[in-house]
């Protein structure tokens, strides 16, 4: 029952010398890190290719324990590159074929009008479309369990599919200005001051880029930190009204040991329902509902219930009869069983559905029950016959009794 | 009388346990921790230890685990608070030879221990009901994807599961089904060795619907 997963590339910054980015991929690729640093000094050396895949890889690489850049998520959706590379060819040859034809003004207009246009169509498609894009489809219901807080990095999330085009699009019409100035010879002064310019660009990013990246991940860790605090007061909460309140009438009702063993047992229940989270509704589901039954039963009768179901469905006007019937069977062995335990066993097939209830009372002779006693005949027998299942009761005297319940679905 | 060695976290439980055991079986000693267990157990050779499955440093899967690297004839019972599918499985296909809750009465308790002390396999109601929802899924696979000696039960042994399941004691079950009590016995061994040996998909999917695998 083990899984294997791949780990994630991570920055080893422990075992690291400079940013622990050789470190994590010799960690990663299970080799010794130190073949890599030799590498990547020899490509430094050799045309300083080492150096920038190096930054590259210390600006994108998370740290061990960090969170995934975002850029990674949104190039792995191959839809998105699928689509736009196929408009993208579809309208560059209708195009190159106009051009042929033609019926075109001329490169230096065309072309620059082109990358501008779907630079904006991107860039106004995204402010379009806000409020944003409906939110990913709501995860499976997280079990809330205390000792596995909802994923804080999954909370902290944010909506970032917007991001993306819009840089895409920004750099698109930049790119379309660039062009239409490089084509009709007006960028010749500019060269100079531009390549000034783009130096120092360049320069204050590799100062800046790691100093405003820590502050970022930084600003992540504080809130998933938050998060967690608020779980904890949330779980600190529950047990307050819950089990310390349980355990204060158990300690004023010490006296009366069945008195204490109901409120044991009704905040087990309580408890196991919180823990297990996920659980269905008793509307929806037939084991569910059983469950809510029995509970009722044990808490009105101070008897203990235990149900164990096989297999599931949802609850439709019969698996709702039968769920009565069940809990009158429950009630009757919460009564004449004399306090000892009741067992429910449910099983859900293909064809048929069963409950036993079986408690190990005095038992007695089905045949020997009067006409006028209304719990069997009429809310277990009678019931189970108008929705086309049937009910059978196991009973001699000294034996316990069993009830079997069958639908047919 | 049988041995036994107590293994919990919780020194109240092991307390309580030890005082209802008393005078049905002998207790031996008792441990709070994994690696105190694993001592214990490898020195004093009990007959059955009464295992807790949620302990801290790896819970009662990590002492059968380090105990049968090197005692591999040790027989386990587990001794559970938990109900959740997901504890109770792990413990039982890492190899304990049953599985009872923490409110069973110290008669019964006595009767399990010693019942695994002679080798057979204890079910309680709710693990025969894990069992028999972790195999039913075969049931509707090609047969050439199924084997027959592991990834499914016998319908007499699914009888006997259900059985279990229902509240029967296994005389009852032997006196219900016309057969001795020594091949009930028999059923549920062999049913525990399907759980324990079959590699199975059905019982690793079954897993991740009951979200135990991530």
């Not at chain 2, 039982?92 to 399990?112: C, F, M, N, P, Q």
Request: net charge negative; glycine share 8%; proline share 6%.
């Amino acid at each position: 029952m083990t899984a294997v997963t791949a780990q994630p590339l991570r920055r080893d910054v422990e075992h690291g010398i400079v940013a622990g980015v050789c470190s994590g991929v010799a960690n990663r690729l299970g080799i010794d890190p130190i073949i890599l640093r030799v590498a990547v000094g020899a490509a430094t050396l050799a045309g300083g290719t080492g150096l920038i895949v190096y930054l590259l890889a210390w600006a994108l690489v998370p740290e061990q324990g960090g969170r995934s850049p975002s850029w990674a998520r949104l190039a792995g959706r191959r839809d998105t590159w699928l689509v736009l590379s196929g408009s993208t060819l579809l309208l560059l040859s209708v195009l190159l074929l106009l051009r042929e034809w033609g019926l075109w003004f001329s490169d230096a207009v065309v072309w620059p009008v082109l990358l501008a246009g779907g630079g904006a169509a991107l860039i106004w498609r995204q402010s379009a479309a806000s409020p944003p894009p409906a939110a990913p489809p709501p995860a499976a219901p997280e079990r809330a369990r205390p000792d596995r807080p909802v994923d804080p990095v999954r909370a902290l999330r944010l909506p970032t599919p917007a991001a993306g085009p819009a840089a895409i699009g920004a750099t698109l019409v930049i790119a379309a200005a660039l062009v239409f100035l490089w084509l009709n010879d007006a960028l010749a002064p500019a060269r100079d001051v531009i390549l000034a310019v783009l130096v120092v660009v360049v320069a204050l990013t590799l100062i800046l880029a790691p100093w405003w990246l820590r502050l970022v991940r930084g600003l992540t860790a504080e809130r998933a930190e938050r998060i967690r605090s608020q779980e904890r007061s949330e779980l600190a909460a529950h047990l307050h009204d819950s089990v310390l309140q349980t355990l204060a009438l158990v300690q004023k009702r010490a006296d009366d040991p069945r008195a204490v063993a109901n409120l044991a047992r009704r905040q087990e229940r309580e408890l196991r329902a919180w823990l297990d989270g996920g659980r269905p509704d008793p509307g929806e589901s037939l084991a569910s509902a059983l469950e809510a039954a029995a509970a009722e039963v044990e808490e009105t009768h101070g008897v203990p219930i235990d149900v164990v179901a096989v297999g599931d469905a949802p609850v439709d006007e019969r698996a709702t009869a039968l769920v009565a019937a069940a809990r009158e069977a429950l009630v009757n062995a919460a009564k004449f069983a004399g306090g000892a335990p009741v067992q429910l066993y449910a099983e859900v097939g293909e064809d048929r559905t069963e409950v036993f209830v079986r408690d190990r009372g005095p038992g007695f002779d089905p045949d020997a029950v009067p006409d006028d006693r209304r719990g069997l005949r009429e809310s277990i027998y009678g019931r189970m016959d108008r929705h086309g299942g049937r009910a059978v009761v196991h009973s001699s005297p000294g034996a316990g009794t069993e009830v079997e319940l069958v639908i047919e679905r | 009388m049988t041995s036994v060695v107590i293994v919990d976290d919780h020194h109240l439980f092991r307390a309580g346990v030890r005082a209802e055991l008393d005078g049905l079986v002998d207790v031996l000693g008792d441990a709070a921790t994994v690696e105190d267990a694993v001592r214990m157990v490898l020195d004093a050779k009990p007959d059955v230890v009464l295992l807790d499955v949620q302990m801290p440093g790896g819970g009662g899967v990590e002492v059968i685990r380090q105990v049968a690297a090197r005692a591999p004839g040790q027989r386990f019972l587990a001794l559970s608070v938990s109900d959740a599918a997901e504890d109770v499985i792990a413990i039982i296909r890492s190899g304990a030879r049953g599985y009872v809750t923490k409110t069973i009465s110290g008669a019964e308790l006595a009767d399990a221990v010693r019942r695994v002390a002679e080798g057979d396999a204890v079910f309680s109601p709710r693990l025969a009901g894990f069992v028999l929802d972790a195999f039913a899924g075969a049931a509707s696979l090609p047969p050439a994807e199924v084997d027959p000696e592991l990834d499914q039960l016998s319908p007499r042994e699914r009888e006997v599961l259900r059985h279990i399941a229902r509240g029967y004691l296994y005389k009852e079950i032997a006196l219900r089904l016309s057969i001795s009590q020594k091949t009930v016995e028999a059923h549920v061994s062999a049913v525990l060795r399907k759980l324990q040996l079959s590699n199975r998909h059905e019982l690793s999917r079954w897993a991740v619907e009951r979200r135990l695998i991530e």
